[in-house]
């Protein structure tokens, strides 16, 4: 069981364990609040620019260690080990680790991933919530959690075991008297780009998964679509010379919103990250895309030359499909998307995606399969804490002709739950819908019908 230590120091996560009081501030009181106790308490002061220091060097040891992939995000002392496990162990050699999911789905762990699938096998993974603390009481309760055992030499079975997860002693003594399930390994790296491992706690759940994994994934597009996932506008750290903190209003402003600013079909919950000088902004927003442009795995990359260079094609200033980049299979739905109104800023946390072709309606279709139960049955299957890219790009996304009924029936669904006023008449006019028509009462009839 190695450490599960992220080397990296959180400046408000130091400071809020020491005053709880922080952790209910806004951004700016947040921020002002830490600064004040750094010149207050030069002790604490003192203690965090050790720490950081400490992590900073052990930081420089991983990325020059033999632990290809450590550098993808924080390193993680959990990535460093589980190379190091794979690194000792001899030729028909096995070991046993207990690893977080992100281990087993993570795209930090991807390489390790596939070079066990590679040069050896996974011979058994079993999953285990830490519901109430069952497994380990002092490690967070809503994580899961992979009991994992890898063996090395290329004459393993080219199957995969896996079973769970298991939220109690009981289900877990229940579970492994019976079958896991299997899996061949060519089925398995089909599934996604990083080798990551689903939650199929039974073998009906494989064939369902499977009835849902055989639509093309959503980074394949369709005949008259085609949508990119983009890292949200600013980054809510590096960003924060081009955002207002304290809470303002202003016709001149545009809201910057985070993860929980959304909803499903609740394009805005009022809750705000900061604001933006609309002028400022677009001028930042549009240097960035046209030198983005530039970049040939760039997501703006693949839009027309005159796109590009118009300012008013800018994503922020029209509705597009944003969804909550932190989520877990643990919450009550795991992914959460909304068509967000235009004029708003994205923080990192709500990142969206770029319509590189298609129209209005593609868009109205893409959101109403996005919010529905059967796609988030699936991506409980394989998120843990964060929807990355390699993620939603794997999303199964049916794909019916253009004069299918379900097809139009779903747009016009997505298009009146998502057009909820004015600030959408003019998308909602390139849909076929009208603005607004969708009272709270009939809301949950439509949704029904959409999921079914």
């Known amino acids: 069981n190695p450490p599960w230590e992220e080397v990296h120091v959180d400046q408000r996560v130091f400071w809020s364990l020491r005053f709880p009081g922080l952790r209910s501030l806004a951004v700016g009181p947040l921020n002002e609040g830490i600064e004040r106790l750094r010149a207050e308490r030069p002790d604490l002061e003192a203690e965090y620019q050790a720490e950081v220091e400490r992590v900073d060097a052990l930081r420089g040891v991983l990325l020059r260690g033999p632990y290809p992939g450590i550098g993808s995000g924080h390193p993680d002392l959990y990535k460093a080990f589980s190379w190091r496990f794979w690194q000792l162990v001899r030729e028909e050699g096995s070991v046993g680790i207990v690893l977080p999911r992100s281990a087993l789905a993570g795209a930090g762990s991807t390489l390790w991933r596939k070079t066990v699938l590679e040069s050896g096998s996974f011979t058994d993974v079993t999953m285990v919530t830490n519901t109430a603390g069952w497994v380990f009481p002092s490690a967070e309760h809503r994580y899961t959690i992979g009991f994992v055992a890898i063996s090395k030499g290329a004459g393993q079975d080219r199957v995969l075991h896996v079973s769970g997860p298991y939220s109690s002693m009981d289900e877990f003594s229940r579970g492994r008297r019976e079958s896991s399930a299997v899996i061949s390994v060519d089925d398995f790296q089909a599934w996604t780009d990083s080798a990551s491992f689903p939650l199929l706690p039974s073998e009906r759940s494989i064939d369902l998964f499977m009835k849902l994994r055989s639509q093309d994934r959503l980074d394949l597009g369709a005949d008259d679509w085609s949508f990119r996932p983009v890292q949200g506008d600013l980054n809510a750290t590096t960003g924060r010379p081009h955002m207002i903190l304290e809470p303002v209003t202003s016709d001149e402003l545009w809201p910057v919103y985070k993860g929980a600013s959304f909803n499903l079909w609740m394009p805005d919950t009022a809750e705000r990250y900061a604001f933006a000088d609309l002028r400022l902004i677009t001028e930042v927003l549009q240097r960035r895309r046209v030198a983005s442009s530039r970049r040939r795995n760039s997501a703006f990359a693949e839009l027309p030359h005159a796109t590009v260079d118009d300012v008013s094609t800018l994503p922020c200033m029209h509705p597009r499909i944003s969804y909550r980049r932190i989520a877990r299979a643990t919450d009550s739905r795991t992914l959460i998307a909304a068509l967000v109104p235009p004029n708003v800023i994205l923080t990192d946390k709500a990142a969206y995606l770029l319509r590189t072709t298609g129209d209005q309606t593609a868009e109205a279709y893409l959101i109403g399969v996005l919010s529905s139960i059967p796609l988030d049955w699936f ?74």
């Open 379 to 452: 991506a409980r299957r394989i998120v843990e804490v964060q929807v990355d890219f390699h993620v939603i790009n794997s999303f199964p996304i049916p794909r019916p002709v253009l004069d299918d009924s379900r097809r139009s029936r779903i747009v016009e669904l997505s298009g009146r739950l998502a057009a909820v006023d004015d600030r959408y008449a003019d998308w909602a006019e390139a849909v076929g819908v009208p603005v607004g028509s969708v009272s709270e009462e009939a809301k949950p009839e439509l949704i029904a019908e959409l999921d079914a």
